[in-house]
């Protein structure tokens, strides 16, 4: 059993210098998230039968049935991977998520090449080909997955931030980020923030609080108007705020 948990997890040196380490979906709950996204489809399929045969086959409704079964099978993995943080309803439902091999967000190319192998990973039936390639491969990828150069992995369950504090505690009242002049914070140095606010749902508590402060005290002198008692992870939050909002 040990043996099987090591090869289950995999260590990922980030940017920030940080050793991140997740958690690899295995098959069982891999195939239980596709179910899931099959069933869903299913549904909206089922539903929109119904009201096709309600209407005599009406000639708009069964075009809007092509249209639906197309978003269906070529479009709905894509569009919540991308902008769900790479979960789909089956994903968030079992918990996992799919992310690059750097541990970063999944993108629009990355998660087109993923899907569109899923065609390959379904042969000869229900991801047969998949499911061999994730029992072989040595971080559980399927084809898909080696393709596009991505991973799924589970989530921890109720992370949170350090002291416990939800999201909202860390930001004390009247901090305002939009009139802090973050002018002097270089493209790396912007970088390094993003990436630790990307990845940090995958670091353990300590690592996650100690990359936060060492890189907020980095930067917090540089930062015109920043509270002084301001949460390091809150702090970082800002930062990536106004840059993001003044380019």
Do not use: C
Request: hydrophobic letters at 50%; a positive charge.
């Amino acid at each position: 059993m040990h043996a099987v948990e090591y090869e289950d997890r995999v260590h990922i040196a980030t940017p920030e210098g940080v050793d991140l380490e997740l958690t690899l979906a295995g098959l069982g709950s891999r195939l239980i998230a596709a179910l899931l996204d099959v069933l869903l489809k299913a549904l909206v399929l089922v539903a929109l039968l119904v009201v096709l045969a309600a209407t005599g086959g009406s000639p708009v409704v069964r075009a809007f049935l092509y249209v639906v079964i197309f978003l269906l099978l070529f479009v709905y993995d894509v569009l919540f991977e991308v902008l769900a943080s790479g979960r789909t309803p089956g994903k968030r439902w079992t918990g996992l998520r799919v992310v690059r091999t750097g541990g970063g967000r999944i993108g629009f190319v990355a998660s087109s090449i993923r899907n569109m192998v899923r065609l390959v990973d379904f042969l000869p039936g229900f991801y047969g080909l998949g499911s061999v390639s994730i029992l072989v491969s040595r971080r559980n990828q399927r084809l898909g997955d080696l393709a596009a150069d991505t991973l799924v992995v589970r989530e921890r369950r109720g992370q949170s931030r350090p002291g416990g504090a939800p999201a909202s505690a860390l930001r004390p009242v009247g901090v305002d980020p939009p009139s802090w002049d973050a002018s002097t914070i270089t493209a790396d140095e912007l970088a390094a923030v993003r990436g630790f606010l990307e990845r940090r749902s995958a670091l353990q508590p300590g690592a996650r609080h100690h990359v936060a402060t060492q890189l907020a005290a980095g930067l917090r002198p540089r930062v015109a108007g920043a509270p002084i008692d301001i949460a390091p992870e809150a702090f970082l939050e800002g930062v990536a705020a106004v840059k993001s909002r003044r380019g």
